[in-house]
């Protein structure tokens, strides 16, 4: 076992995981029918581009990115859009989204269209990112974050290592481990892509040591690799929940401590899921867009756990009942794991690109909780806690709704693994408060967002009034003036009027439209670097912040036209008529 720092807290639930990893990785059957979720991704919902009625074909686009934080969605299957309508999604909020369905040919074909093949080695890195741009891939471990966004993070930041993120410390989902254990050359080919694209010097795989068997299967792997150009190191962890949490993970096997509401990118690191760096290194190489994830089906209440891949858009019905589902005993259906996973009310749900697990619990296995009792501060969650942070006092600011001593506490510091709800005597549902307040606080950002940007729609409307006006002004003082010249000449024909009136006016204008480019440029290096962060730190609802770099950008190449026409009149001695 390779050497190893530490992070604070953490406990060692039971894993469960021998559940699903006792049969191979299998190619689920294809689906009389999928719905495809068009917001399976954090960021702007896609927009379907196709009709009702109109065939596709497997690995077509059915619907486009919209924004710069968004993801393209794929037809998983050969068939025809019978439907774009709105759907129940798997989502905490469990409710309905805009889907596209499409019913497989009778024939049964699976037509693919693929994209051309890339040799990642030698294509550009422009032609990379646009490949990835355009083949829907994003984060497979559960977040859901476009991968070409974090693909382009050497715009931003230097970074030094590429870290695989293999631990899946989280109990019952064995995903990764059997992506490793089948498609280990598939995982490595494509941290190699990604360092490439990052400017990573070194790669390393970190993996908790319940994972024999996929340690075995990258190590194999690794010979095989031994040539590549940016060296790989495997390292192996102690099994311990929270593990897999990027900043754990860091801490860890570097001992880089990553910043309060920082990102890995601020300590040179970048972090990848293997099942992300399969999908990537698919889309590039094979031309193969994001249409199937590999999923473990898991739990009492099935007769046959395992993991599967499947394709996004299967109803959770067929999966779960192509693993013997036994419906008497289903007491509880979860999406994820049992400590950061949800509650799903229904099986008539979609497979989406971020399902890498679904429990079909009975009641003796995932009991429903006790109820809550108040606290009796025993610090117990203190000392579990990953993160260093007070969970006993952030409960109490998010229940009283004191949203600035939270954030003062560093709320969002929180990772929300629920180490401190499981040890809590009470059974406090600890995280649910600082979900809740989360959420708060972020619509209340949206709403400063908005008013922010309203003010500044505002004032760019006053300035530009006022511009105009001056302008007007200056018109009519230059027409004045020159229906006095004309008078003048009139009077005494012989007499040449002097043109430093004119000059003067024209330079004040080039003047006045100068401080206005200035404003301008100014108003868009903002917005731009305010979505930026948010698109760094993976924040949704970034419209309004793209209406503003938009809006700003529009203010800037009007005032440009009017001081370049301004300019040229200088030169003429003439104003801006």
């Known amino acids: 076992m390779a050497k190893a720092f530490d992070f604070p807290g953490g406990i060692h639930p039971p894993q469960r995981k021998a559940l699903s990893t006792r049969t191979p990785l299998i190619q689920a059957a294809l689906p009389t029918h999928v719905v495809l979720p ?38 998983s299957i050969t068939g025809t859009v019978t439907a774009i309508e709105e759907h129940p ?32 080695r030698h294509a550009d890195e422009d032609t990379l990112l646009e490949r990835l741009r355009h083949s829907g891939v994003v984060g497979l471990g559960g977040a859901g974050f476009p991968t070409q ?15 695989v993120n293999a631990a899946e410390c989280e109990p019952y989902i064995t995903a990764d481990d059997l992506t490793l254990r089948t498609y280990p050359d598939d995982v490595i080919e494509g941290a190699q892509l990604f360092a490439r694209l990052c400017g990573a010097e070194r790669i390393l795989i970190g993996i ?23 060296p790989i190191e495997l390292k192996i962890i102690a099994t311990r929940y929270p ?119 009975t009641e003796h296995e995932l009991p429903a909780p006790p109820k809550e009792q108040p606290c009796i501060r025993c610090a117990a969650c203190e000392q579990v806690c990953p993160a260093s942070l007070l969970p006993q006092q952030l409960y109490w600011f998010a229940k009283a709704r004191e949203h600035d001593k939270a954030e003062l506490f560093n709320l969002f510091d929180c990772i929300e693994c629920g180490a401190c709800s499981y040890v809590c005597p009470s059974h406090i549902p600890l995280v ?39 302008e007007k002004e200056a018109k009519r003082q230059a027409r004045a003036q020159a229906a006095s010249r004309v008078a003048a000449r009139t009077a005494q024909p012989s007499r040449q009027e002097p043109r430093g009136e004119d000059a003067a006016t024209a330079k004040e ?28 730190a993976g924040e949704g609802e970034l419209d309004d912040l793209e209406v503003q770099v938009a809006t700003a950008r529009e203010n800037l190449q009007a005032t440009e036209a009017r001081l370049a026409a301004a300019q040229k009149d200088e030169q003429q001695g003439e104003p801006r008529q």
């Open 38 to 75: 068009m917001d399976q991704h954090i960021g702007n919902p896609a927009e379907p581009c196709v009709e009702i009625g109109q065939r596709v074909r497997t690995g077509e686009r059915v619907a486009l990115a919209q924004g710069m934080i968004s993801a393209d969605v794929h037809a």
């Open 89 to 120: 999604i798997p989502h905490p909020s469990q409710g309905k989204r805009l889907c596209v369905v499409i019913e497989r040919d009778p024939n049964g074909d699976d037509d693919w269209c693929r994209m051309p093949p890339l040799d990642w």
């Open 149 to 163: 966004i974090k693909a382009r993070v050497r715009e931003l930041h230097a970074i030094d290592t590429l870290l």
């Open 208 to 230: 908790e040591d319940n994972k024999p068997e996929a340690v075995e299967a990258l190590n194999e792997s690794l010979r095989r690799h031994a040539e590549d150009s940016v």
């Open 243 to 361: 593990s897999g949490g990027e900043k754990q993970l860091i801490k860890r096997l570097l001992n880089r401590e990553v910043p309060s509401h920082g990102l890995p990118a601020d300590v040179g690191v970048l972090c990848h899921n293997p099942g992300t760096l399969r999908a990537a290194v698919r889309a590039v190489r094979d031309g193969e867009p994001l249409i199937s994830r590999v999923v473990t089906l898991t739990g009492e209440a099935l007769a046959r756990p395992g993991n599967v891949e499947a394709r996004l858009g299967t109803s959770m019905h067929e999966l779960l009942n192509a693993a013997g589902l036994k419906e008497d005993e289903l007491a509880r259906l979860v999406m994820g794991g049992p400590m950061m996973g949800f509650a799903l009310d229904t099986t008539a749900l979609p497979l989406a690109k971020t399902t890498n697990c679904l429990i079909a619990a």
């Open 432 to 470: 649910q408060y600082y979900q809740a307040a989360k959420g708060e606080i972020r619509e209340r950002r949206r709403e400063a967002h908005k008013a922010e940007h309203a003010r500044h729609r505002f004032e760019f409307r006053q300035a530009r009034l006022a511009h105009e006006a001056a």
């Open 509 to 536: 204008q080039v003047k006045q439209l100068r401080i206005a480019q200035a404003a301008a440029k100014a108003a868009l290096r903002k917005a731009e670097k305010a979505l930026a962060r948010a698109s760094e």
